[in-house]
């Protein structure tokens, strides 16, 4: 299967070109979004991209054309290795970027990947960028010559310094959670959560038990975080006593917990708690998607 729309391209991998995700709709998809940047390119220099990936089985060799398609359209690339997609998004305007790239298929199987497109500030593209992007997929692109190359260039820093920028934020009390001794247990299915979550968290000092948590990109239960999911999660807090657990998808931009008693505290809690523990401290308007609990309705008001 394959599914070309304006938020990226994605698909099962292999089979035919044009009926599953391919190297032959990588490239022509790459593409599209490369001519796209130059369109829109910040400065005279030649442009770059940020490409971040999850640890999916075909990461790797999704990032090699999506890097080789954009080098040949003479655009510099930023390699961020394993990474998760806020710390993508927090990258392309830190480095100065023109676009990013997330290598991911979210919560879907290990048998799907995809290509999630940013813009200059680390944004989802918009429906008419989204639209221009397969325009320009369609109608082909010039690729340049031997002198105008791109090159990609590795910096797997970046995990780290999205770690900094979390505990730099004025609503994080990192001391009174460093005092708290709190044991939290963490499964990351097997992807790059698995480097990322325990990294914030030990640098809070929380004892962190690990589950699931080697990037193998086998993941080992199928990776929405969901109650019926997380058996091995639930278990693991039961059984060693941890203050509650947290489960992320493979690109980490969803979370829950899991509760000490084994309870399940679901994405439509957390992202509440948070907004009322936000507003709490800096009272303002929200703003949420469609796929938002209502409840965010009853806090901000």
């Known amino acids: 299967m394959l599914i070309a729309s304006i938020s990226g391209i994605r698909g099962t991998v292999g089979g035919k070109a044009g009926e599953g995700l391919s190297p032959a709709d990588v490239v ?22 940020v490409v971040g990936r999850d640890a999916r089985i075909s ?15 003479g655009i510099d ?25 997330i290598l991911t298929a979210s919560h879907n199987p290990k048998e799907w990947n995809a290509m999630k497109l940013l813009n200059w500030k680390g944004e989802f593209l918009s429906a008419s960028a989204g639209n221009e992007v397969l ?9 340049a010559d031997v002198e105008g190359t791109g090159t990609t260039t590795l910096d797997d820093s970046w995990l780290e310094h999205h770690v900094a920028h979390v505990l730099d934020l004025d609503l994080v009390n990192a001391e009174a959670i460093r005092g708290a001794g ?3 247990a963490v499964d990351a299915v ?6 990322a979550v325990p990294l914030l968290l030990q640098s809070l000092g929380v004892e962190v038990i690990q589950v699931h948590c080697e990037p193998t990109g086998d993941f080992a239960h199928n990776p929405e975080p969901l109650p019926q999911h997380l058996s ?32 399940f505290f679901g994405e439509e809690y957390t992202l509440v708690a948070v907004a009322d523990y936000v507003l709490t401290h800096t009272p303002g308007p929200t703003v949420s998607n469609l796929s938002s ?3 965010l309705r009853e806090v901000s008001t």
């Open 232 to 263: 091995d999660l639930t278990k693991t807090v039961i059984d060693s006593h941890c203050d509650f657990g947290i489960s992320v998808d493979p690109d980490v931009d969803r979370l829950c917990f899991v509760c000490e008693d084994g309870s």
């Open 135 to 143: 325009a320009l997929a369609r109608e082909g692109v010039t690729y």
């Open 59 to 73: 990461g790797p060799w999704l990032r090699d054309v999506v890097c080789g398609t954009l080098n040949a359209l």
């Open 77 to 101: 690339v930023i390699d961020l290795g394993l990474s998760t997609t806020p710390t993508v998004e927090l990258a392309v305007p830190g480095l100065e970027a023109d676009g990013g790239m």
């Open 28 to 49: 022509t998809f790459a593409s599209g979004y490369g001519a796209w940047i130059w369109q829109h390119k910040k400065s005279s220099d030649s442009p770059r991209v």
């Open 182 to 184: 709190l044991k939290v």
């Open 293 to 295: 609990t209502r409840a």
């Open 190 to 195: 097997n992807s790059s959560g698995g480097i």
